[in-house]
């Protein structure tokens, strides 16, 4: 307490204290200094005094001494005794001795000669020595005299002191109180921060006016700062508004309006991180055939169907669950506490049952389908990717497994997966160490009876598990994109061996080759690749046929479109591969200027066994004749098969029955050795004739 008040009062004190150190300081200077100077010049005075004393007196103390009058001479010099400095007087004769004195009694204690002053008068007359007065004096008068200057000086010094003392205080009162009030309105504002405080108006001086001032300050700092309090909390509102809109945005999906993907990752990982009791499964749902329809109706069509699909699984789940879309056409449904296989199973086929119903999209009938993995927790993974990864691991096998199905995660998945990886790093290895072979397999003119085209099929020599079917790698090779580059391989060295074929076969051989959906992405730039490479090449026209399947055209139409007729305009013949399995549109055969047709040895296979099958291969022939496209048929293993397909005036055929696909050389060998009697039942060469 004592020290807050000294704290707070220290200004005021430390003047105080100032303003007095200095008067005492400057009255003591002055009271010592003028102390020696009074005491230099009394004692100056007091010894010409003395002195003229004795002077006066020595004419008439000689006179006295010649007559050795003792008495006359102490009536003469006791006047002296009264002075109140004199201490002694003595008169010494001419041999130095003393010849009478005064002492006086009460100054006996100061008898110190040694200390005294003293003032000799010579004795003389006529010019004869007769002896000296002397007197002895101390300063007692002196210091008498200065004690009481010193008492009256010390009394002015005090009465200066006190004075100067109240003068501060009043000082301090009147000029520095209202400041140091001031001083402690500033610190309590600046402490609490209330600007509503003011401080008192105490005179109309300069620091009345400090005080108005430091008001109306004040007074704008509180307008101010209640303004930018209103604008805060305006601002703070309008922020917390566009942070619900943001997290709305950041966990929902625009188009759905259902939770995205950063929702579920988050659920899952909130569940599963929070409780050991809890369990869930995961069911992961892709759409089959969903980018068809975005290629075929356009984007908007798709976007309503997404909407409409999410209604339709939205209806079938319980409240409890939660439909999640993770984007494109991939939706994730979260079920809580429900782990029975059988109980998931039940729900992806009730999904699967509702999907077998056509979506009406803008008067449109949208057949899709969906194809639904699914992956619980605990057993299958503790983190949200684990459980994620699983479910599409097991969607992803539903939909190998021949699409609009449902599988449920299991080990041999990730084998599966495992395995399909080391497929795409040998495959690398064997782009680079030579490891891949182009077989041909001969395409048989039915109207000219001729061999003039061939169907390059490749083959993988793999150094440990020898040789691979291009069914066992190109599909993976599809889903990883390598495919491009085994394209382009195949590409370089079926125009290498085709400029070989037309020197050594014939100069209008043309090769087939195979080109994947994969390949014919815009930004893969696979035509521009093939256009070089012809031109180089500079093979001339028909060397080489492309074959696609129907839903490699599905893609991006009006590229595809575009594409082929540049390809058309090189001289490439394009072939719609396995005809038949896929959309068997005849719009687009037209309109994509499709030269040739190759139906599906599936279908082939059927001739003479199945009467629908036989149908279909005479319709398709027959249709086909009717659009000028020329027609293949695949996989003809018997000549049953090859009389019939004759019969109803198909234009090339290609089997087994025929010949298998063989290594370039052994074609070449087998080109020399054809003769159209050959195709015979009994001359059909055999499998191993080629290999
Ligand atoms: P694909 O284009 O339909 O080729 C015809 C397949 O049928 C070939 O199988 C061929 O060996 C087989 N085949 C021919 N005649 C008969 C027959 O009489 N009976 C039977 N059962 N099969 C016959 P392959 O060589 O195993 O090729 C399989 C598939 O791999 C090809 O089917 C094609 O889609 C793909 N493929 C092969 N080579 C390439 C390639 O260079 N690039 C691309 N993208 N795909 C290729
Ligand atoms: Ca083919
Ligand atoms: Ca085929």
Known sequence: MVSMFLKKRSLLFRLTAMFMAVASFSTLITLLVMSVYQINILSSAEIR?????????????????????????????????????????????????????????????????????????????????????????????????VSFYLIFLGAIFITIIILGFFLSLFASKRFIYPILRLAAVVNKVTHSHDYSIRATFSSFDEIGDLTKGFNSMLETISLRDNLLESTVQQ??????????????????????????????????????KNSETHTFSLLFLDLDGFKEVNDTLGHDYGDLLIVDAAKRIQAIINKGDTLARLGGDEFTIFLENVVEPCVIESIANRIRYEFNKPFLIRDESVHITASIGASSYPECGKSAEEIMKKADLAMYDAKSSGRNCYRFFHASMLEKLEAKKLVISDLRQALKNDELELFYQPIYNIETRKIDKAEALIRWHHPAKGVISPQD??????????????????????????RVFRQNLCPEFCVNINVSAAQLKPEDNWLSELILSLDTANLGANAIAIEITETALMTDRKKVVEDLRLLKEKGVEIAIDDFGVGYSSLSYLQQLKIDIIKIDKSFVQQLGIDSAGTTLCKTIVQMAKNLNIKVVAEGIEDEIQLEMLTE???HFGQGYFIAKPAQAQKFETFFHSFKPAHITPRNALKEDALL
């Open 235 to 272: 601002r703070t509102g309008e922020l917390k508004k566009a942070n619900i809109e943001l997290r709305d945005q950041a966990y929902k999906d625009s188009l759905s309006g259902l939770p995205n993907r950063r929702y579920i990752y988050e659920l899952i990982n909130e569940v599963s």
């Open 49 to 145: 005094r003395v002195n003229s004393l004795a002077q006066i007196l020595a004419p008439n103390v000689t006179a006295s001494l010649i007559f050795n009058d003792k008495e006359t001479i102490h009536e003469l010099i006791e006047p002296l005794a009264h002075q109140d400095s004199v201490v002694m007087v003595s008169v010494i004769d001419e041999q130095g001795d003393e010849f009478t004195s005064i002492d006086i009694a009460e100054n006996a204690a100061r008898l110190d000669k040694q200390a005294l002053t003293k003032t000799e008068a010579s004795l003389e007359a006529y010019d004869s020595y007769y002896g000296s007065l002397i007197i002895y004096t101390d300063d007692s008068s002196i210091r008498k005299h």
């Open 473 to 498: 790698f190109i599909p993976i090779a599809e889903e990883n994109g390598l495919i491009v580059e085994l394209g382009n391989w195949v590409l370089q060295n079926a125009i290498a061996n085709v």
């Open 648 to 650: 109803f005036g198909c």
